[in-house]
């Protein structure tokens, strides 16, 4: 017989995950049991301020009291329907965030990854039958050092060798082009090009923000040659550059746009594809669907996480605290470049300041959450933190560093 499991010890957690778990994440050996709003708890009690919020899945913090009151609502009428069936939260839904948004369709989803796939066929579709390009020739220009998620054609258009590695073959009918770089782009659109899809600015790069002018180009180049401007604002998107959308900075409009993470209000996935009727109306029944897309459970999500937007109040936190995060993180010492917009900022540490330890478990130890990849740090907090937190954080990473 088996011997029974003692109910009543503390598991080992780190250790059960080691043993049962794919090992495709290397996490800080912190084990999180409780958080709200800005901080999160570990298991042996101790706080952390989060430097990281999901990478913008908690724009909103841990357990937003209006999210999660909205949800508990939702779960004690209907979760799930599939979409054979209306159900009373998703129009209401799609028109809300197209209301948001300044768009026309919403097309639900649940990752960011599927949100950009979306996008991806539905261009192909579209330049097939509006564009007249030849079936199957379609053409999509994408960005180096971009992310759109972990899917086979994802990946496929992915610079990053670890991301791609072994994973082929790869999904063909893209091109690469420097980010930022209107002549590659313009070089590379050419008569069976569907799109051009890019992240307004890049975030798993490292907050990489475009010159100014570059997307209003991109957009212009669109105009011109037919070509439809996909916008991936799965991380910047939802007020964390301090705008409802990156792109609205530059008073720019993509045709499609992928939604995702803080869609989800740091709850569930919630993602969507948002933009022209006539491009979305490529699609017809049977062609693109989803068993969870648009489920009323995320879709009350999505609706409370709307509302919050609505008000305005986050894209002016992210703004107005922005401002103050860049100007203390730009005085710090061992700091040769801090990017970004709003409070969401790339931190490019100088080389040989963080030989020999590691950073991330540095910042933590001083109780800030916030993780270090390939010499920046990446500092997106929930937009819910208060300039004193701002200041907390900081001080751990200058001490860190210092
Ligand atoms: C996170 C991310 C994705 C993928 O989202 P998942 O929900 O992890 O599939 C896509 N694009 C961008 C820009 C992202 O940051």
């Given at each position: ?104 369709t919403?097309l ?13 066929k539905v261009?192909?579709k579209w330049?097939y039958q509006v ?147 006539d491009v979305l109306g490529a699609l017809k029944p049977g062609e693109h669907g ?113």
């Amino acid at each position: 017989m088996n011997p029974t499991p003692d109910a009543t010890a503390t598991p080992d957690h780190i250790a059960v995950s080691d043993r049962w778990a794919a090992h495709n994440y290397h996490p800080l050996p912190i084990v999180l049991t409780h958080a709200e709003g800005a901080w999160a708890t570990g298991q042996d009690g101790r706080r952390y301020l989060d430097f990281v919020a999901g990478y913008s899945a908690l724009n909103f913090g841990h357990r937003h009291p209006e999210i999660v009151a909205a949800a508990k609502d939702q779960l004690d009428r209907l979760t799930l329907t599939g979409r054979s069936f209306h159900n009373d939260q998703f129009g209401l839904f799609c028109r809300e965030l197209a209301e948001l948004t300044g768009t026309e369709t919403v097309l639900p989803a649940n990752t960011g990854a599927e949100a950009v796939e979306s996008a991806v066929k539905v261009a192909r579709k579209w330049a097939y039958q509006v564009k007249g390009v030849p079936d199957g020739a379609a053409e999509i220009i994408v960005a180096g050092a971009n992310f759109h998620g972990r899917t086979t054609t994802m990946v496929s258009i992915s610079t990053d060798r670890t991301a791609r590695n072994e994973f082929g073959p790869f999904t063909p009918g893209f091109t690469v082009v420097p980010f930022g770089d209107i002549d590659a782009l313009r070089a590379a659109v050419n008569p069976n090009t569907a799109a051009i899809l890019l992240e307004p600015i890049q975030g798993e790069a490292g907050v990489v923000v475009p010159a100014k002018g570059y997307l209003a180009d991109v957009r212009q180049l669109c105009d011109d040659t037919g070509t439809l401007f996909l916008a991936d604002e799965v991380q910047c998107g939802l007020a964390r550059t301090g705008t409802t959308l990156a792109l609205d900075h530059e008073g720019v409009r993509a045709d499609l746009y992928a939604l995702g993470k803080s869609l989800g209000g740091g709850l569930m996935p919630v993602s969507a594809v948002v933009g022209r009727a006539d491009v979305l109306g490529a699609l017809k029944p049977g062609e693109h669907g989803s068993t969870f897309g648009g489920n009323p459970l995320a879709c009350a999500v999505g609706r409370a996480v709307v509302r919050l937007l609505a008000t305005g109040e986050f894209q002016e936190r992210s703004r107005e605290l922005g401002t103050y995060l860049h100007s203390r993180l730009g005085e710090l010492e061992g700091v040769t470049e801090v990017r970004g917009r709003g409070l969401w900022a790339g931190v490019q540490i100088a080389e040989g300041r963080t030989t020999g330890v590691n950073v991330s478990e540095a910042l933590a130890g001083r109780g800030l959450l916030c993780k270090e990849n390939q010499g920046h740090l990446r500092v997106a907090p929930p937009l819910v933190i208060t300039r004193e937190e701002i200041d907390f954080g900081v001080d751990a990473i200058a001490d860190v560093l210092g």
